[in-house]
């Protein structure tokens, strides 16, 4: 069975705090992905990478950045976090395209609250 | 520039009836894929169905149909003799033919299916 666990279904940090999101895939996908999903807004993309050590920026990076070390695990970080990044967090993952569009698989999301 | 809309926010409809979620997107591409994703009350989103922009057929699996139309560039999702677990927030999500995968997703429209 796929599976995209990220660490943590609940936090609470302090503003100015640095805070580590962690995601990790045992699909072997190339592609992952940071979203944070707002009422309303659906899900916006933060970042995204397509392999080791590189990645890209979303529509939204500002205030964070990531990490992806090992194939498996992207993380994703936030400097100093601000009440506004208060948000629900989904990682995904997903084969690399090209011809072959494919679908991600998400994690159960992690639900940031700062404050 | 991609852009995905659902303009329908929220609806309700009582067990058994049907329903049609809409979706409509923007590209410029003449490669694309649209994506349906399906978001239960647990959090996690699931993957329903993709479509690329080549394939107008309209598929039905079970109970869940969709209408391609290129011409209307609308997506659109439906559900028959809905049942109270397809409540859900669904998401209408768009990519274009690159290697990366970036996918673009609308703001859901969260279904509520009443017994």
């Known amino acids: 069975d796929v599976k995209v666990t990220q660490s943590s279904r609940y936090l609470v940090k302090r503003t100015g705090e640095k805070v580590f999101l962690e995601c990790v895939q045992d699909m072997d996908h190339e592609n992952m992905f940071w979203y944070r999903q707002d009422p309303g807004l659906g899900l916006r993309l933060i970042y995204f990478?397509?392999?080791?050590?590189?990645?890209e920026k979303g529509d939204i990076p500002e205030g964070y950045s990531v990490s992806r070390e090992k194939k498996e695990r992207f993380s994703l970080i936030l400097e100093s976090a601000s009440t506004n990044q208060t948000s629900m967090y989904l990682c995904?993952?997903?084969?690399?395209?090209?011809?072959?569009?494919?679908?991600?698989?998400f994690g159960q999301g992690t639900r940031l609250t700062v404050v | 520039a991609q852009k995905v809309t659902q303009a329908q926010t929220e609806i309700s409809v009582v067990e058994k009836e049907d329903v049609t979620l809409d979706c409509v997107y923007e590209?410029?591409?003449?490669?694309?894929?649209l994506f349906w994703y399906k978001q239960p009350p647990s959090g996690e989103l699931v993957f329903l169905i993709r479509?690329?922009?080549?394939?107008?057929q309209n598929e039905i699996s079970g109970r869940y149909s969709w209408n391609f139309q290129k011409s209307t560039s609308s997506f659109n999702f439906t559900i028959t003799a809905s049942q109270v677990v397809d409540s859900a927030v669904y998401f209408c999500a768009l990519s274009e033919g690159t290697s990366y995968d970036k996918v673009i997703f609308g703001p859901g429209t969260s279904l509520s299916v009443i017994p």
């Open positions: 590209t410029r591409d003449t490669t694309y894929y």
């Open positions: 995904a993952s997903s084969l690399l395209g090209g011809q072959g569009q494919a679908e991600a698989f």
């Open positions: 479509r690329n922009s080549f394939d107008e």
């Open positions: 990478s397509y392999d080791v050590k590189m990645k």
